[in-house]
Structure formats: structure tokens, C-alpha cells
């Protein structure tokens, strides 16, 4: 079964592509949820509520994630973007 750690560490490897700096290091990751099935939630909280990147970001973290040994689903949430509904509609569609 893949631990909350390990997911936070795979999620490190995703940066904001306007700082160089990983999301989990800014603060935009909150939730990190892991259950026994496999099962991990997780919600990103952009700095800007109309930025432009988030979506490119949160996919990036959903498919990091996702490719950890022992992750069966993956569920990103987006909150505090104007387009939060939009976007979370496109990331968990998949």
C-alpha cells in the first residue's frame, strides 16, 4: 500500500512552472487523504485565484501520483480558482 509520505514526495517533483519551485514546498497542497484500497484525494490551492497554470499543474500531480506502485485512484480538487468548477470537472473526468 503506498503511505501519505510517499505521495507528498512524488508530488514534490511537481513545480510551479513560474517559480521553479515545488508545489508541496509553497504550500498549494492540503488534504492529502490515502486510504486502504489505494485510493488518494488530495485538493491544490493556487496563490492567484485566476491563475493560469493550475490545470497543467494539478494533471501533472494527479498523473505523478497515479504512477506510484499501489495507487488505484487518484481525485484532485482545485479550490479558491474562478474556474474551480471547470477544472476539477476536466481533472477528475479521466
Given at each position: 500500500m503506498v503511505s501519505k509520505d510517499e505521495v507528498i514526495n512524488a508530488l514534490k517533483k511537481v513545480a510551479d512552472p513560474h517559480m521553479g519551485i515545488?508545489?508541496?514546498?509553497?504550500?498549494l497542497v492540503k488534504d492529502v487523504e490515502v486510504d486502504e484500497e489505494g485510493n488518494v484525494?488530495?485538493?491544490i490551492i493556487p496563490t492567484n485565484p485566476a491563475c493560469m497554470s493550475i490545470l497543467g499543474m494539478a494533471m501533472q500531480a494527479k498523473d505523478v501520483v497515479k504512477s506510484l506502485d499501489g495507487v488505484k485512484k487518484v481525485e484532485v480538487k482545485v479550490?479558491?480558482?474562478m474556474l474551480e468548477e471547470?477544472?476539477?470537472k476536466i481533472l477528475n473526468e479521466q
Amino acid at each position: 500500500m503506498v503511505s501519505k509520505d510517499e505521495v507528498i514526495n512524488a508530488l514534490k517533483k511537481v513545480a510551479d512552472p513560474h517559480m521553479g519551485i515545488s508545489i508541496v514546498d509553497m504550500g498549494l497542497v492540503k488534504d492529502v487523504e490515502v486510504d486502504e484500497e489505494g485510493n488518494v484525494s488530495f485538493k491544490i490551492i493556487p496563490t492567484n485565484p485566476a491563475c493560469m497554470s493550475i490545470l497543467g499543474m494539478a494533471m501533472q500531480a494527479k498523473d505523478v501520483v497515479k504512477s506510484l506502485d499501489g495507487v488505484k485512484k487518484v481525485e484532485v480538487k482545485v479550490e479558491g480558482h474562478m474556474l474551480e468548477e471547470d477544472i476539477n470537472k476536466i481533472l477528475n473526468e479521466q
